[in-house]
């Protein structure tokens, strides 16, 4: 097994730099390297185990679903908005950026976790017609009317049908949480958005409970209130 180096590990991971050389890397997943071993989850975030060999154990007993499905590798990386369930203990969270960048879990009901929001990163013509919109964790959803849905727009996805179920406008007056940058974490509502010629990102002033602050359109995903529910300050 390949480790991580823990001082060059992303900013995103909840860990102790400083503890031990060596944490454990990510394995195959849709969020790749900046992803969190699920490992990392169960032993630093939550305490639910000591070390990698009681997560393997409990991974493998197959109480631990993400985003619906069984998993079965402790290595497996969990990202922006996946939905992590312990059914034995019948616990749901929600990941979700905290202050400062690193991702931490948001307890949500039991419905909440039957759904996933995902941010459009881009929309393309396929083969018969169809328009199919790319996801901001690797994942695709086909959609009827092309028109309806841009880049930077959310929509929420029930995962048993995979249909989008709810869709988010980017658009000014929006709900939105900053998952990069040095306002990562924070939650407000879109003033404006300033739109830049050629090759520069368009920018956005956001209104926050501290204030109005700027940030760039690439670092925010549009949400509703179901999302801020929670303490997101980890």
């Given at each position: 097994?390949?480790?991580?180096?823990?001082?060059?590990?992303?900013?995103?991971?909840?860990?102790?730099?400083?503890?031990?050389?060596?944490?454990?890397?990510?394995?195959?997943?849709?969020?790749?390297?900046?992803?969190?071993?699920?490992?990392?989850?169960?032993?630093?975030?939550?305490?639910?185990?000591?070390?990698?060999?009681?997560?393997?154990?409990?991974?493998?007993?197959?109480?631990?679903?993400?985003?619906?499905?069984?998993?079965?590798?402790?290595?497996?990386?969990?990202?922006?908005?996946?939905?992590?369930?312990?059914?034995?203990?019948?616990?749901?969270?929600?990941?979700?950026?905290?202050?400062?960048?690193?991702?931490?879990?948001?307890?949500?009901?039991?419905?909440?976790?039957?759904?996933?929001?995902?941010?459009?990163?881009?929309?393309?013509?396929?083969?018969?017609?169809?328009?199919?919109?790319?996801?901001?964790?690797?994942?695709?959803?086909?959609?009827?009317?092309?028109?309806?849905?841009?880049?930077?727009?959310?929509?929420?996805?029930?995962?048993?049908?995979?249909?989008?179920?709810?869709?988010?406008?980017?658009?000014?007056?929006?709900?939105?949480?900053?998952?990069?940058?040095?306002?990562?974490?924070?939650?407000?509502?879109?003033?404006?958005?300033?739109?830049?010629?050629?090759?520069?990102?368009?920018?956005?002033r956001l209104a926050t409970d501290d204030g109005e602050i700027q940030t760039v359109e690439q670092y925010v995903v549009v949400i509703d209130e179901n999302f801020t529910e929670g303490d997101n300050d980890g």
């Amino acid at each position: 097994m390949t480790h991580q180096k823990r001082l060059s590990a992303p900013v995103t991971w909840p860990i102790e730099r400083k503890t031990a050389p060596f944490t454990v890397a990510p394995g195959a997943g849709p969020h790749g390297e900046s992803g969190v071993p699920i490992v990392i989850i169960l032993r630093d975030v939550l305490g639910y185990v000591d070390n990698e060999r009681e997560a393997k154990y409990a991974v493998r007993s197959g109480y631990v679903t993400v985003n619906g499905k069984t998993v079965t590798d402790h290595t497996l990386p969990l990202g922006l908005f996946d939905i992590l369930v312990f059914t034995e203990r019948e616990e749901h969270y929600r990941v979700f950026p905290g202050r400062g960048g690193r991702l931490s879990l948001t307890p949500i009901d039991p419905a909440a976790a039957e759904t996933k929001l995902s941010k459009v990163v881009g929309k393309q013509q396929i083969e018969g017609g169809q328009t199919q919109l790319s996801l901001h964790d690797g994942g695709t959803v086909l959609v009827d009317d092309p028109n309806a849905y841009g880049t930077h727009d959310s929509v929420i996805i029930d995962l048993e049908t995979h249909e989008i179920v709810h869709h988010l406008p980017y658009e000014e007056g929006a709900m939105v949480t900053a998952v990069a940058g040095q306002h990562a974490g924070v939650i407000g509502t879109i003033e404006a958005i300033d739109v830049h010629p050629g090759s520069s990102a368009n920018t956005l002033r956001l209104a926050t409970d501290d204030g109005e602050i700027q940030t760039v359109e690439q670092y925010v995903v549009v949400i509703d209130e179901n999302f801020t529910e929670g303490d997101n300050d980890g």
